[in-house]
């Protein structure tokens, strides 16, 4: 009997079963009874270890995480395109930097892509992309339809894990197929959203393309922060970084600290008032939580 150990990358998970990348080729892989009895389960984007007996895989070790993305649940993230329609939907700020405050906390790259610049007059004068501006953060325009500027998605992509991420309708999965060239999700009408049962994106999966993965999410609306320490929030926002030395307190939280060179950047539109306004109230949030518990 063959035997060998092998390892790879979960793509895919679905009823028990794990779809390993090794090489050019997907192994369907279960995973052994001892990750099932302490309740551990291989995720899409874990590196793994596999046995494989007779053609068919069992997996034996995940290795260690990077991060893990929990809506969706997915491992080993490097890259976020977080996408966002300029119109239907109108962009929601506190999500979008929600998001971006996901991916600094995970060490994600994020580049934003606004979507769907056919519906709006000048792009540049839109309050979410003059904030965006203001931050350093990348960001590219795209009309994912007509498959404008996919080049330059693509462009970023490298040897990363890249998710899209984003609220619902924004065009992920337009954007995803356009770029893959054949559909691999179902795309759905924003019009029909409402309607039970009419749905779009289900599972995640790793689709490796180029030289790195891909992969395409279901949409959310909310995000859950509760383990953030809110004096921890402001480590999140990349842009406070080159002032807080400057504050008159160290450990400044640049909320109602005398003397706080954000504060004055924000005076000065150095900083945008939208990132400030977002990282005040989410403070606030959190404080409150914290003293509630
Ligand atoms: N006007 C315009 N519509 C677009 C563009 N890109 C996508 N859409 C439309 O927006 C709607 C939603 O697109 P999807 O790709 O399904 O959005 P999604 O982000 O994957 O949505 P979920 O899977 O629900 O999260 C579809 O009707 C698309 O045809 C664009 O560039 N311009
Ligand atoms: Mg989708
Ligand atoms: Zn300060």
Same mark, same amino acid.
């Given at each position: 009997?063959?035997?060998?150990? /092998?390892?790879?990358?979960?793509?895919?998970?679905?009823?028990?079963?794990?779809?390993? +990348? /090794? %090489?050019?080729?997907?192994?369907?892989?279960?995973?052994?009874?001892?990750?099932?009895? $302490?309740?551990? #389960?291989? &995720?899409?984007?874990?590196?793994? %270890?596999?046995?494989? %007996?007779?053609?068919?895989?069992?997996?034996?070790?995940?290795?260690?995480?990077?991060?893990?993305?929990?809506?969706?649940?997915?491992?080993? @993230?490097?890259?976020?395109?977080? /996408?966002?329609?300029?119109?239907?939907?109108?962009?929601?700020?506190?999500?979008?930097?929600?998001?971006?405050?996901?991916?600094?906390?995970?060490?994600?790259?994020?580049?934003?892509?606004?979507?769907?610049?056919?519906?709006?007059?000048?792009?540049?004068? %839109?309050?979410?992309?003059?904030?965006?501006? +203001?931050?350093?953060?990348?960001?590219?325009?795209?009309?994912?339809?007509?498959?404008?500027?996919?080049?330059?998605?693509?462009? $970023?992509?490298?040897?990363?894990?890249?998710?899209?991420?984003?609220?619902?309708?924004?065009?992920?999965?337009?954007?995803?197929?356009?770029? @893959?060239?054949?559909?691999?999700?179902?795309?759905?009408?924003?019009?029909?959203?409402?309607?039970?049962?009419?749905?779009?994106?289900?599972? #995640?999966?790793?689709?490796?393309? $180029? +030289?790195?993965?891909?992969?395409?999410?279901?949409?959310?609306?909310?995000?859950?922060?509760?383990?953030?320490?809110?004096?921890?929030?402001?480590? &999140?926002?990349?842009?406070?970084?080159?002032?807080?030395?400057?504050?008159?307190?160290?450990?400044?939280?640049?909320?109602?600290?005398?003397?706080?060179?954000?504060?004055?950047? /924000?005076?000065?539109?150095?900083? $945008?008032?939208?990132?400030?306004?977002?990282?005040?109230?989410?403070?606030?949030?959190?404080?409150?939580?914290?003293?509630?518990?």
């Amino acid at each position: 009997m063959k035997d060998n150990t /092998v390892s790879g990358i979960v793509t895919k998970g679905i009823g028990g079963f794990y779809y390993v +990348q /090794v %090489e050019d080729k997907i192994i369907e892989c279960k995973a052994r009874g001892k990750f099932r009895t $302490h309740n551990i #389960s291989p &995720y899409v984007g874990d590196v793994v %270890e596999l046995n494989i %007996e007779e053609d068919k895989g069992f997996i034996i070790k995940i290795s260690e995480r990077k991060n893990l993305l929990l809506r969706p649940v997915v491992a080993n @993230v490097t890259q976020a395109f977080v /996408v966002f329609a300029l119109k239907n939907p109108d962009v929601n700020l506190t999500l979008l930097n929600k998001f971006l405050i996901l991916c600094e906390y995970n060490e994600i790259k994020p580049i934003i892509c606004f979507n769907k610049v056919d519906l709006v007059d000048n792009p540049e004068e %839109e309050l979410a992309v003059k904030m965006i501006k +203001q931050t350093g953060y990348d960001y590219i325009f795209l009309k994912a339809k007509e498959k404008y500027n996919l080049e330059l998605v693509m462009d $970023h992509l490298n040897e990363n894990i890249s998710i899209f991420c984003g609220p619902s309708g924004a065009g992920k999965s337009t954007l995803f197929n356009g770029m @893959v060239g054949k559909p691999l999700m179902e795309i759905g009408e924003v019009s029909e959203k409402l309607k039970r049962g009419k749905h779009t994106t289900r599972h #995640s999966e790793l689709i490796a393309f $180029h +030289q790195g993965y891909i992969v395409d999410t279901p949409g959310f609306s909310s995000l859950e922060f509760d383990f953030i320490d809110e004096v921890d929030l402001k480590n &999140y926002l990349p842009e406070f970084k080159e002032y807080e030395d400057q504050c008159k307190f160290s450990g400044c939280n640049h909320y109602k600290e005398p003397k706080c060179a954000v504060k004055t950047a /924000v005076e000065e539109e150095k900083i $945008h008032k939208s990132r400030y306004d977002f990282y005040i109230s989410l403070y606030e949030e959190l404080k409150g939580r914290r003293y509630k518990k």
